[in-house]
């Protein structure tokens, strides 16, 4: 298994521009995630997927949208990019348990907009 | 909503040092907690977690930690911490019965080891 894969690894993208990060797992997951990390601010929740077809927003939904049209896959999209979405993203994917189950984390994005 | 508190931004130990990483949450309800490390240029993986039982969670690498209600806590601990334990060091909290994706991270406690 690969886990959760995600891409690019880095991207420069200039205020306004548009583009879509990927993230998928192979793992069969039915609960998916985004979180940005910025220093001092840990990993905020961007949104969430508890199923193909259903998403929800978290703590920082602004700025972007997702869409969770398979199991496997869940990208994250910037609308018009912004200096203050620059940071590091990541992609968690958990399975289904009585209550939360541990996240897998995918290798991050780091994301700089000029 | 909970909310999760880590008041140690930046920790300096000497190897052999023990550490303790404090963990404050906010939610009136039943909670899991959790632990997640990463390793300089590595992502995040779990340390530990806690949902029932037993409040004193064993992890890996010789971490526990331990859920006191009363207090809204889950201290992380190591009684001799190694040079390889440099590491940020986050602790999570989601609300039991909502959505296992809906986890909330601490800001972060960055561990220096001195060789």
């Known amino acids: 298994n690969a886990g959760v894969t995600q891409t690019p690894k880095f991207q420069v993208l200039k205020t306004g521009q548009s583009m879509t990060l990927q993230c998928a797992q192979d793992?069969?997951?039915?609960?998916m995630s985004w979180y940005r990390q910025d220093p001092g601010m840990g990993l905020r929740l961007i949104h969430y997927?508890?199923?193909?077809?259903?998403?929800d927003q978290g703590e920082v939904p602004n700025g972007y949208n997702v869409s969770r049209s398979t199991t496997e896959d869940f990208p994250l999209r910037l609308l018009s990019a912004a200096p203050s979405q620059t940071s590091v993203y990541f992609c968690?994917?958990?399975?289904?348990?009585?209550?939360?189950?541990?996240?897998?984390f995918g290798p991050g994005t780091r994301l700089t907009v000029l | 909503a909970q909310s999760v508190s880590q008041h140690n931004h930046h920790v300096i130990l000497s190897e052999a040092a023990s550490l303790e990483l404090g963990c404050n949450y906010s939610y009136g309800g039943t909670v899991n907690l959790f632990w997640y490390v990463q390793y300089p240029g590595q992502h995040l993986q779990l340390l530990l977690k806690y949902f029932s039982g037993d409040p004193l969670v064993k992890g890996i690498k010789g971490f526990e930690a331990e859920f006191i209600k009363s207090k809204f806590s889950f201290n992380l601990r190591k009684p001799s911490v190694q040079w390889s334990d440099t590491a940020e060091y986050f602790c999570?909290?989601?609300?039991?019965?909502?959505?296992?994706?809906?986890?909330?991270f601490g800001s972060g406690t960055r561990l220096s080891i001195r060789p």
């Open positions: 997927s508890v199923g193909a077809g259903i998403t």
């Open positions: 793992m069969n997951h039915e609960y």
């Open positions: 999570a909290v989601n609300a039991r019965g909502s959505s296992a994706s809906k986890i909330i």
């Open positions: 968690a994917s958990s399975g289904r348990s009585r209550g939360a189950d541990t996240q897998y």
